[in-house]
T-cell receptor, first 113, second 111 residues
Framework: GAGVSQSPSNKVTEKGKDVELRCDPI?????LYWYRQSLGQGLEFLIY????????KSGLPSDRFSAERTGGSVSTLTIQRTQQEDSAVYLC???????????FGSGTQLSVL | RKEVEQDPGPFNVPEGATVAFNCTYS??????FFWYRQDCRKEPKLLMS???SGNEDGRFTAQLNRASQYISLLIRDSKLSDSATYLC????????????FGTGTRLLVSP
């Protein structure tokens, strides 16, 4: 069956540009998470969506980062005015419900030049 | 202090060896514990959950020590295919109970 799909797989952008990263979760999964992983670092929580509840945005590092989830399915993570320190792998995961096993997508490698 | 701490390694072991990793967590109220495996340039995948009574899955044994706030993973009879980074993961008990990931322990199994 289809897993979590992320696009693009790689994104190279110039400092100051905006980028959008897309996540298509597993069908029927109500919970969706965004994490990022910098080289040699652990996964850093960014944001969490659960059904129709207000998202938990407590991990977003600055107001340049935002995310939305339309129709309880596809999610888009937007980074405005990208900085070099935003370079990382952005991982999306979904789960059947809040406390269930997470399934990760293969990530988007973002490089800000 | 990090919420979840692991020795980054690498642990270099020969095939057939037994190797153990530990992980410590700072939040004594944490409820759930997991080991994830991450291959180079791949996404993390759940290896096993960790239960209070300890649990085993084939060559892998996970244990939890709540009093000392650490989790362990034991791999017996190491295979070349076990080479990966092992992530210790803890779920809190407040808010939405987000998963907190350690930075991982790298294992290299050689012939």
């Amino acid at each position: 069956g289809a897993g979590v799909s992320q696009s693009p797989s790689n994104k190279v952008t110039e400092k100051g540009k905006d980028v959008e990263l897309r996540c298509d979760p597993i069908s029927g999964h109500t919970a969706l998470y965004w994490y990022r992983q910098s080289l040699g670092q652990g996964l850093e929580f960014l944001i969490y969506f659960q059904g129709n509840s207000a998202p938990d945005k407590s991990g977003l590092p600055s107001d340049r980062f935002s995310a939305e989830r339309t129709g309880g399915s596809v999610s888009t993570l937007t980074i405005q005015r990208t900085q070099q320190e935003d370079s990382a792998v952005y991982l999306c995961a979904s789960s059947l419900s809040r406390n269930e096993k997470l399934f990760f997508g293969s990530g988007t490698q973002l490089s800000v030049l | 202090r990090k919420e979840v701490e692991q020795d980054p390694g690498p642990f270099n072991v020969p095939e057939g060896a037994t190797v153990a990793f530990n992980c410590t967590y700072s939040n004594s109220a944490s409820q759930s514990f997991f080991w994830y495996r991450q291959d180079c340039r791949k996404e993390p995948k759940l290896l096993m959950s960790v239960y209070s009574s300890g649990n085993e899955d084939g060559r892998f044994t996970a244990q939890l020590n709540r009093a000392s706030q650490y989790i362990s993973l034991l791999i017996r009879d190491s295979k070349l295919s076990d080479s990966a980074t092992y992530l210790c993961v803890v779920r809190g008990n407040t808010g939405f109970q987000k998963l907190v990931f350690g930075t991982g322990t790298r294992l290299l199994v050689s012939p």
